[in-house]
Nanobody
């Protein structure tokens, strides 16, 4: 049974930083592309970032490029999202997701999802 468990969300002031973690189990982690998405109420999931299995390949949404960094530790079966210079518009529930094969930015490409962690950025 595949499980993805996010942690690290919380409340932070604008300009601050948070580091999200996603611990995976039940899959061969090093074989999967890992992604982060976010969702605000009433809107669809938005792609944030993705990282290839080898970590030599990272992809970002334009809205977070230069502020967020995705990384992974295959020995710990964990993917991270370092979020700096946070803005109120980054407020959302953040989800990690896993897909086998090529890197993707579409929700329907991902096979497994975590339960999400809330990030709130106050102005």
């Amino acid at each position: 049974q595949v499980q993805l468990v996010e942690s690290g969300g919380g409340l932070v002031q604008a300009g601050g930083s948070l580091r999200l973690s996603c611990a995976a189990s039940g899959l061969t982690f090093s074989s999967y592309v890992m992604g982060w998405f976010r969702q605000v109420p009433g809107k669809e999931h938005e792609f944030v970032a993705a990282i290839k299995w080898s970590a030599y390949g990272t992809y970002y949404a334009d809205s977070v490029k230069g502020r967020f960094t995705i990384s992974r530790d295959n020995a710990k079966n964990t993917v991270y999202l370092q979020m700096n210079s946070l803005k109120p518009e980054d407020t959302a529930v953040y989800y990690c997701a896993a897909k086998y094969g090529r890197t993707g930015r579409q929700i329907n490409e991902y096979d497994y999802w975590g339960q999400g962690t809330q990030v709130t950025v106050s102005s």
